[in-house]
């Protein structure tokens, strides 16, 4: 079926965030020393000044985010430029004006980004999990279903089976600050028999999909599930469903096993 999306333009773009536990660093911006007291002066919770909302917090080199979804990031400053070290590539910000209560940065937009600095001992309670938590069910799921065309009587197993391997995609928060959401992706095991022959029997990952599916969309989409939906005299029909976590975004390729046990795949319709 076809790719489904709906896009929303972020109000505003900043940081990207790390997914390891600790905060990588990179090398030094050149030979261009970085700023000790800007940093320093940095250190504490901030306030989006506009709705009164919690940005950030920032303890030593990193900056962390109130929503759990969102990996803390690795942050320089040079001159009046704030450095944000992501997972996969590094975004600088103006430093419009900086004091010991107030920050304020234009993000990618070019809009001027105004916080001050907290003194609610209550917010420091939003930063209790740092770590970015996955969203997607990390459940096994097994279905076992009999399927029958005329005199042709199929079982068919799948087991969705959740995986440690990562899938990072970007979003934004609500200040503008890009960052790295963390999830997993799945593997899906298909079996088929016909009586107590065994058709097929394959493990899918995403990557199997790549000849139907852009490249750059598969690098943040998760093998999301695996369902018949048909049977017919060319054999028995799966959808995978290949979707962009927190997005209406997906693609649908048909997975079908013939009576002879091939395999063959297509966008779905």
Not at 150 to 166: L, S
Not at 208 to 217: E, R, T
Request: some cysteine.
């Amino acid at each position: 079926m076809i790719l489904r999306t709906n896009n929303i333009l972020a109000l505003l773009c900043a940081a990207t965030a790390i997914v390891a536990c600790a905060p990588k660093t990179p090398k030094n911006e050149g030979k261009v020393e970085e700023d000790k007291v800007a940093k320093q002066m940095l250190q504490g919770i901030w306030i989006n000044a506009d709705d009164e909302s919690v940005a950030f917090k920032v303890k030593g080199d990193t900056i962390y985010y109130p929503d759990s979804t969102s990996s803390p990031a690795y942050f320089q400053i040079f001159r009046d430029t704030l450095v944000i070290h992501g997972a996969d590539d590094t975004v600088k910000y103006p430093i419009v004006k900086q004091a010991p209560h107030l920050f304020m940065f234009n993000n990618s937009n070019g809009e001027t980004v105004k916080l001050t600095l907290s003194e609610d001992a209550l917010d420091k309670f939003q930063f209790d999990n740092n770590k970015a938590q996955v969203l997607n069910q990390n459940q096994l799921i097994k279905k076992d279903t009999l399927v029958s065309y005329e005199d042709m009587r199929y079982r068919c197993y799948i087991q969705v089976n959740p995986t440690t391997y990562k899938v990072i995609k970007a979003t934004y928060n609500d200040e503008g600050v890009e960052v790295d959401n963390v999830y997993h992706d799945n593997i899906v095991n298909l079996t088929v028999y016909s009586g107590a022959n065994r058709l097929f029997s394959h493990d899918f990952r995403k990557n199997d999909f790549n000849k139907f599916v852009p490249q750059d969309f598969l690098m943040q989409a998760i093998l999301s599930d695996l369902t018949l939906y048909g049977v017919d005299k060319s054999g028995v029909h799966f959808n995978a469903l290949l979707a962009m976590p927190d997005s209406p975004s997906y693609y649908v390729v048909e997975v079908s096993v013939s009576p002879t046990g091939k395999l063959k795949m297509q966008l779905g319709k």
